[in-house]
């Protein structure tokens, strides 16, 4: 029994190192419905360089990046979790407004470069250097400088 135990816990590790960090490049074409449609909404002008996806057993996330440095990131459905936005600010309408009016109020000089979110947190990068954490319910719960 220890032997077939031992047996299986190798080829699900063999198997698990063997997918990670698989990644890919796709057309825009492959990637999610909403991924392209988020593009065509607040990027449709940009060209893309290059659009990859990369999978692992227990993820897929998907990358887009434009000719000008621009970069976005997507998860499995297609969900933005990162915009990038270094040379210019990221389009207003992707953040989320209560975000928006802390940043206006409190850094009204400062742009909006990076915004990244999951199931816990948004984070944002400012022109200024900033970098300030907010919570789900938008509450600021951490500012870097």
């Known amino acids: 029994m220890k032997k077939l135990i031992f047996l299986l816990v190798c ?14 490049p796709i057309q825009i074409g492959q990637l999610p419905t909403k991924a392209q449609q988020f593009i065509t909404k607040y990027f449709g002008k940009h060209k893309v360089a290059l659009a990859k996806v990369e999978s692992s057993m227990f993820y897929k996330s998907y990358d887009v990046i434009f000719t000008n440095g621009e970069k976005l990131e997507f998860d499995k459905n297609g969900e933005w979790t990162e915009v990038k936005c270094e040379k210019s600010a990221v389009p207003q309408n992707v953040v989320p407004p209560q975000i928006r009016k802390f940043v206006r109020e409190n850094y009204p000089d400062a742009k909006i470069l990076k915004i990244e979110r999951d199931s816990k947190e948004y984070e944002v990068k400012l022109s200024n ?10 509450r600021v719960i951490d500012i870097d400088d």
């Open 129 to 138: 250097r900033l970098e300030i954490k907010f919570d789900t319910k938008f």
């Open 11 to 24: 080829i699900f590790s063999i198997h698990t190192m063997a997918f990670a960090d698989n990644e890919k």
